[in-house]
């Protein structure tokens, strides 16, 4: 099988994040007897081993880079198109049968960030690039014949902000790299980071990787010299509650409601009769509380 892949580089010292994903899917699949057409800007000889290697040449002012890139590559891999069985994405690009978004929308990020396209109401105007990103991002969503994201929150967000991407969406989750991300490493690392942090054997921290967690509605952050401090939105009981209700709510929509509830009345009496007075107790408690609004 012939593969076209289009990435903006292919750095071995950029293997975090979706360089890391990306290098490896490509990796993997040169394992499988797979032929690799690498589209890029730039790359080094030991990310690109086994791949045969286009330039994308960019030029122009770094406000219009996602542009640029985006017809530049478009321009290199026309001619290549019908010799390869698909053209698979992994940046902002134009023409690509896959795309694999590196996270949700970066409308939706702007969005999430307060900024409105012409600095109405106050807030930040978008910039020049944020307006070429999201020309692209609506434009390679469209076309595309499948988008592969790598969490169902990420899919949800694509979702939402593009409707008519939907039915072409698809959750994959990356692989895990069982050496790289194993407990003996883990335990190597442990001690002496928490050394280095002065952390007490017996103090609780977490590790929080990424820019964009506030965003995903668990975390408040607030600017602390330098750094940001963390706080929790919610209970655990609430974080509980919340994750229940959305994994139940899309089985009690539609004619499959009924049934369902009558199997979970029927299951809690057979497991305790105390559960099913506990049940019928809550029904009436929220009944009342209807009642006096």
């Known amino acids: ?51 045969v290697c286009h330039r994308v040449p ?68 978008w910039r020049p690039q944020d307006h070429a990103r999201v020309f692209l991002e609506r434009r390679q969503l469209r076309s595309a014949l499948r988008i ?22 698809r959750c994959v989750y990356n692989g895990v790299d069982a050496e790289h991300f194993s407990p003996r490493i883990r335990d190597e690392l442990r001690v002496g ?28 952050r607030r600017k602390v010299g330098r750094a940001f401090a963390y706080r929790a939105v919610s209970t655990r009981e609430e974080l509980e509650s919340g994750l229940v209700t959305r994994a139940l709510q899309p089985l009690l929509q539609g004619p499959q409601a009924e049934p369902i509830l009558s199997f979970f009345v029927e299951e809690v009496s057979r497991q305790d009769q105390r559960l099913l007075d506990e049940l019928e107790r809550l029904v009436r408690e929220k009944r009342r509380r209807q009642e006096e609004r």
Not at 1 to 14: C, E, F, N, P, Y
Not at 198 to 208: H, I, N
Request: proline share 5%; glycine share 10%.
């Open 58 to 125: 960019v030029r122009g002012p770094a406000a219009l880079a996602p542009l640029v890139f985006a017809f530049s590559a478009l321009r290199v891999t026309r001619p290549w198109r019908s010799r390869l069985d698909l053209v698979h994405s992994h940046t902002q690009s134009l023409g690509d049968d896959v795309v694999s978004p590196g996270g949700g929308a970066y409308l939706a990020y702007l969005r999430a960030v307060g900024r409105d396209p012409w600095g109405r109401g106050g807030r930040p105007a």
């Open 148 to 169: 592969v994201a790598n969490s169902a929150w990420s899919a949800r967000i694509l979702a939402d902000t593009y409707p008519f991407a939907a039915g072409r969406t």
């Open 1 to 51: 099988m012939r593969i076209g892949a289009v990435v903006v580089d292919l750095l071995d010292v950029k293997r975090v994040g979706s360089e890391r994903r990306y290098g490896e899917l490509l990796r993997r699949l040169t394992r499988r007897g797979c032929e690799l057409h690498l589209f890029a800007r730039r790359w080094d000889e030991a990310a690109a081993r086994n791949l």
């Open 193 to 220: 980071t928490r050394a280095r942090l002065g952390l007490a054997p017996r103090e609780v921290a977490f590790l929080l990787v990424g820019t964009g967690i506030h965003r995903k509605g668990v975390l408040e």
